[in-house]
């Protein structure tokens, strides 16, 4: 578990040291060498988190930015990968790989032609629209519209802040600032790495889960105090959706703390390195449970009931505008940040690297770049989600919190503990692979069987399943002259 | 918590438009509605009774942006009916073309409008995607994307360009297996479905008391379709059949409103492809234009009492012409105009359907009803 070659923490605490002993001990204020250089350790840490969470923010907004186009553009999941090496046209899609410098991309491009002599389209050449055809014509080195949301932040902080006159001045002021700190305060115990992170108490992931939940009193506060009709729509469904979805997510992590018998997060991790397998084998329909109950906690397509533009404008910020409209949108990404980052601790094994054991130089990969890899890759099922569903209605958000997820997150802590009990039960060092074999086969025979949604009764009397009986169509042409 | 009224509109992203909906609300339940139309009145027939007969054309492309076409149609079949002028069947044809093709982008950009309503903006952009092809289409024919300026009294403005059939047939065969996308992100979604289905009945008696038309009316299962019940034009030569969905017993639900305009959809693409097979002197001869074959020669003037009706059935639904000629004391001008608008009647009735449904269901209900505020306030 140590054997992190980035053990950043390690490294801060060495300088910090060497910087005290140089200058505080040798002052006559000596006996503080030690808490000088924790303090500056501790500081240093939180900066360094903070500025890695903040950076790499802007991968996830970039990631949407360009899933989404590129699910809208094409054709779905399915075409989307194969847009990569074959346009809509027939042409490939830009060669971008030939523009790369120093040519790492040359071998990209041979796969390219091989993939398009046969899986290439060429029958669709004339009937094309000039919306599809986007391309970027620009320079490829510089990642194009990475740095948008920069210019776009710059915006923002040039907008003048406004009040509503009728609102309540106060908390519409605080508002905003309730919901940016405990957002940022998440990241105090999401670790990055072994030896990353800004602090590791004994109950961090209880902490955690109550600095999560004070975010939906700030948004009902912004809701409400703006004084505007929508706004207060949006803040009231917003916390009634919040408070369904409070109870399955804790219930769900109550799981994983029983299972893995921590309520620390860098114990939960080395449970799942010491176990062999990760807890999304053992605890599958957790994991499931839990990328629900997150996209609903951020809410996000298709939970996003608060500010669904459609119907409420824009929920309850649409009174907010200028950089605090600009925090709040960052501090939505880093709620859905922390739900991928959490769900990657959680269920993905955290910095664990996929087949330690079997494949010994993998672990020459840093271990942050498998948390940022894990935390990435769970943002891409929360584009999908946006691009794929549509927004449900409040009171079916409610119904499916309460009669769903409530009761599968009980079963699934059941699961858990009788995973505790009788199987990781910290006696039996020799911890059986056939368990998580088993518990995932049989979850994923379950899941297809129950995809397969395709009522034959139902086709068969032509009845729909959320509508009552329909009656017989009036012959046609009985208009007819 | 106490009941409210929210005044959605006349800016609002539900309207599709420029209206105001008032609606009286119990928490999260609608208790009570108020369309409140006339934001973007124009005075259409006030203006055409000082225009001559070609340049109302114009006028009525702007009745609908979503529909130019069908609107400049169905004024000018009322136009030649008072004026008293036969047009050549190949002008029919290419009508019926042109027509079609603007039903098609209506109804696309309906659908494009409706999936960002229920929350998904995928189902937009697919639905502008093909929508942008018949735009191209429907440019070559008219010279222009929005507004066309097609029809002339007495036949059409141009011949179809050389190469359109074989372009419009390709780009039709392409749309056709397309639709099956958005029946794939829609109908196979359970979201959709919940979002859509048992939400928003309306039963085929109260429409067709209120004079609710169209693919609405259909939708509850009665069928009529002004092409197959009066055909005009070359309706009655062409192999197609109305659309007409099974409605409910409590009536017809956002989802079969949403059902008929893609069978629809299908349907005129299919009329479109026959069209060009029937079409007299064959889709690939072009005629200059103003050739008799396309454009027959009419009269200026219209004599006094004479008066020239004619009903056309819309995108929306059954839009009516009525003209009535004012002698030589108007000149070329007609002496009064009259457009019956299937939104101007639908909104009241849709605004109705949606009481005792969530406010969620607003834009759901709304947008189903296809409404065009351009026609409705005219």
Known sequence: MTDDILDMRGWVRAAMDFVSENTIGMSRHWEYTDSVAWFLTEFIMCVMVFGGIMTTLLVLLWMERKLLGRF????????????????????????????????????????????????????????????QNRSYHGVWWLLPG?????????????????????????????????????????FTFIPLGPHF?????????????????????????????????????????????????????????????????SFNVIEVIEF????????????????????????????????????????????????????????????????????????????????EAPFEDTLPLIGLVPHILWVFLKAWFMFIFFVWFRAALHRVRTDQILEFGWRWLLPLSLVNLVMATVLRLWVYDGVNEEWPILVPILITSISLALFILLSIDEDPEALEAQTRPFSVQTVDVASPGQHRK | MAEMWISMGPQHPMTHGLWTLKVKVDGETVVDTEPDLGYIHRGVEKICEARDFTQITTYCDRLCYASANTWSHAYIYAAEDLLEVEVPERAEYIRMVAIELQRIASHLMWLGAYCPDVGNLTGMVWCLREREMMMDLLQELGGSRMHYNFPRVGGVKRDLPIGFALRCRAKLKLFLDRIQEYEAILDESTIFLVRTQGVGYAKAEEMINHGVSGPNVRAAG?????????????????????????????????????????????????MILDGLDKMPGGADTYHEPGDPAILAKAPARAAEGQTGYHHFEDSRGESMFYLAGGGEGRGKHPYRVSIRSPMFITIPYAAKCMIGYKIADIPAIMGSFDPCIGETDR
Request: charge should be negative.
């Open chain 1, 72 to 131: 809208m553009d094409r054709r779905g999941a399915r075409t989307s990968l194969r847009s990569l090496w074959v346009g809509e046209n027939g042409v490939t899609a830009g060669e971008w790989w030939n523009q790369l410098p120093f040519g790492p991309g040359v071998p990209g491009g041979m796969v390219n032609k091989l993939l398009n002599e046969f899986a290439g389209n060429d029958h669709e050449l004339e009937a094309v629209s000039r919306v």
């Open chain 1, 146 to 186: 990475f740095f948008q949301n920069l210019a776009d932040g710059m915006k923002f902080l040039t907008k003048e802040h406004m009040v509503p006159e009728k609102a309540d001045r106060f908390v519409f002021e605080i508002a905003p600032f309730l919901i940016i700190a405990t957002t940022v305060m998440c």
């Open chain 1, 197 to 261: 992170y800004s602090n590791n108490s004994e109950m961090s992931i209880l902490f955690l889960m109550a600095v999560f939940s004070v975010a939906p009193l700030g948004v009902f506060f912004a809701g409400w105090s703006s004084n505007n009709k929508y706004t207060l729509l949006g803040g009231i469904r917003s916390a009634a959706q919040l408070t369904a979805y409070e109870i399955p997510l804790l219930v769900i992590v109550l799981s994983v703390v029983v299972l893995s018998g």
């Open chain 1, 272 to 351: 799942q390195a010491d176990s062999g397998v990760w807890n999304i084998f053992l605890l599958p329909m957790g994991s499931v449970l839990f990328l629900v109950v997150m996209v609903a906690e951020v809410e996000r397509i298709p939970f996003d009931m608060p500010e669904a533009e459609a119907e409420l404008v824009e929920g309850w910020w649409t009174e907010y505008g200028g950089m605090r409209w600009g925090l709040m949108f960052a501090s939505e990404y880093l709620r859905t940040y922390a739900a991928c980052l959490l769900f990657a601790h959680f269920f993905l094994g955290g910095w």
């Open chain 2, 222 to 270: 009665h069928n009529y379709d002004v092409r197959w019940a009066h055909p005009y034009s070359v309706y009655d030569e062409l192999d197609w059949e109305p659309s007409v969905e099974r409605p409910s017993i409590k009536g017809s639900d956002c989802y079969d409103r949403y059902r008929v305009r893609v069978e629809e959809m299908r349907q005129s693409a299919l």
